[in-house]
């Protein structure tokens, strides 16, 4: 039997590569399925938070916001995880429009699987389960223990600077710019200040 020892730097790089993610969910038909949701992560969808513990997402323009539900599942190194498993956070954020979102991390020593979707509407007859209705793609992304590699650190740092605006306003393309989303993500419908509110 032989044994593969693998060192750490290989461990936390292997899910960048290989994790299915995607940082930026909905773009659907429908109103409410068609507002984007974007994770302020790496391109790669894999993200250390580091000792902040803190997560943020934007969310697009929209006439009529719709509730956004967050859920986070611990996870294997590859983003795999146990549905039968109890979410270790699950929460709705009231629609807003223009919205920076900032939450606070539960303490967890494992990865985290994160998906955030629009609530759009109660759903039908074939909702028997009460589960997030909207008919768009979550926004999916894998949250890794550890203080991650330079590019972690500096998005930590942006998000630590966001901190400060709680309950206020942020400039919306220094983040474009931060965090490499093109014009296909964030584009001229967007307003230049977003509101940012913490959680």
């Known amino acids: 039997m032989t044994t593969l020892l693998v060192s750490l730097p290989e461990l936390q790089a292997a899910p960048r590569n290989s994790f299915p993610g995607r940082r930026v969910g909905g773009g659907t038909r429908g109103e ?13 969808s894999v993200f ?4 902040l513990s803190v997560i943020a997402l ?5 006439s009529n916001p719709q509730p956004l539900e967050i859920v986070l599942m611990e996870a294997s190194a590859d983003g795999a995880f146990d549905a039968a498993d109890a979410p270790i956070l699950q929460r709705e954020l009231p629609g807003a ?3 920076l979102a900032l939450l606070s991390l539960p303490s967890s020593p494992r990865a985290l699987r994160w998906e955030s979707s629009y609530r759009c509407g109660q759903g ?6 009460g589960f997030i209705t909207a008919s768009a793609p979550p926004a999916l992304s894998l949250l890794v223990p550890g203080s991650g590699d330079r590019e972690d650190r500096n998005l930590q740092q942006v998000l630590a600077n966001l901190q400060e605006s709680c309950g206020g306003t942020a400039a919306l393309q220094p983040l474009k710019t931060a965090f490499q989303l093109g014009d ?11 509101t940012v509110q913490c959680f």
């Open 58 to 62: 934007l969310e697009g323009p929209s």
């Open 32 to 44: 409410c399925a068609a507002r984007s949701i974007v994770h302020l992560v790496p391109s790669s």
């Open 124 to 129: 039908g007859a074939d909702d028997e389960f």
């Open 184 to 194: 296909e993500v964030v584009n001229d419908s967007w307003p230049e200040q977003i």
């Open 97 to 99: 429009k223009n919205r």
């Open 48 to 51: 250390a938070p580091g000792d």
